[in-house]
């Protein structure tokens, strides 16, 4: 091609210098960027370790009172995203803690968020007029729209872990956010309601209030996933790994976010695998290391790292088993036709 084609030095042409001004761009310079062999994330695997995380928690309470401030929550924000607020490309990961007898205001949002309890006995969160206990190894959803606050009502600090996908939302420009009125007194007494109607398998009730496109359980017993992890057979990747369903549908428990738990096992590595969307793992017990693209972490309980997209992925259990809470994009992509997936 001539220098009026691709600009030739540093120096637009004159052709390309009046594209320019009339806000045109020619495709045949970057048309590999704009349509790339396969996804190029922006960002690399990281993990964020419990080591450095817990004592800024703990300063959090100190230094910040929950009256100044909507909710006390860290976000593991990722350097490769130029100071965006993001965990992952479309994630983020956080740590909420609350001492005792501090409540997080009610709000609702189209972002769906949940939360994983990892010290949090004896706190609860309020979904859609529904108590739900939190318990060691509890997850809590907050589907899109779902009105929700958190309490702590035990005699000790307590922490989460919180996912949400407001990085997307804020992509597609679909987000919308509402605060509750912090004086009624009303949204904090309410019981489990028809929280109830899920709690055990196999039964669902027709009549039972939705929400459209996520499951109509909110609240997922921790006790419940290590019974059905200790029963489950291990899969094509070497790992015993049940996904979060709604359990009128069978599918993801909500259209964005996707969930999984996984017991590994000890030093056997699980098959390697890419698929283009990400995760966060949140280790809930043990330790272990995993290799994500060219990365190598080794990681113990309450570390949280990222998978990209397509990058190959393997993970061991060190010294024993060890159990991964995984929260992905996947739906998304399932949902658009996009997912794509490979083995070796
Ligand atoms: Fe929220």
């Known amino acids: 091609m001539n220098d009026a084609v691709t600009g030739g030095g540093n120096e637009p042409s004159p052709y390309l210098a009046d594209l320019y001004r009339a806000n045109l ?47 006390r929550a860290l976000i593991m924000t990722h350097p490769n995203f130029g100071g965006d607020t993001a965990t992952s490309a479309n994630m983020l990961g956080a740590f909420t803690v609350l001492d005792p007898g501090e409540q997080a205001r009610p709000h609702r949002h189209t972002g769906a968020a949940l939360r994983f309890a990892v010290q949090a006995e004896g706190a609860a969160t309020i979904v859609n007029g529904r108590w739900c206990e939190m318990r060691s190894g509890d997850l809590i959803l907050t589907p899109p729209m779902a009105w929700h606050g958190h309490i702590n009502q035990s005699n000790r600090r307590i922490i989460w872990f919180d996912a949400a996908n407001m990085p997307l939302l804020c992509a597609l420009n679909a987000h919308f956010f509402e605060a509750g009125d912090p004086t009624d007194d009303h949204f904090w007494k309410v019981d489990a309601g028809e929280e109830r109607i899920w709690q055990a398998a196999g039964l669902a009730s027709p009549e039972a209030a939705t929400v459209p496109g996520c499951s109509p359980k909110f609240h997922y017993p921790g006790a419940a996933t290590r019974d059905t992890l200790a029963a489950t057979a291990a899969g094509a990747d070497g790992s015993r790994t049940v996904r979060y369903v709604n359990p009128a549908t069978g599918g993801a428990v909500m259209p964005t976010l996707d969930c999984y738990a996984m017991r590994l096992n000890a030093d056997s590595p699980t098959r390697t695998r890419r698929g283009a969307y990400t995760s966060m793992c949140l280790v809930v017990s043990g330790h272990g290391r995993s290799r994500v693209g060219d990365a190598e972490f080794e990681w113990g309980p309450n570390d949280v790292f990222t998978i990209p997209s397509w990058h190959w992925v393997t993970h061991q ?13 996947r739906v998304v992509f399932e949902r658009l036709e996009l997912l794509r997936e490979e083995w070796r």
């Open 317 to 329: 259990a060190l010294g024993g088993e060890a159990d991964l809470f995984i929260v992905s994009d």
């Open 25 to 71: 761009h020619p495709l045949w310079d970057r048309y590999k960027r704009i349509t790339p062999r396969e996804p190029k994330p922006r960002d690399t695997p990281f993990i964020w370790r419990w080591r450095d995380t817990e004592p800024l928690l703990h300063r959090a309470v100190s230094e910040v009172p929950i009256e100044e401030i909507e909710r």
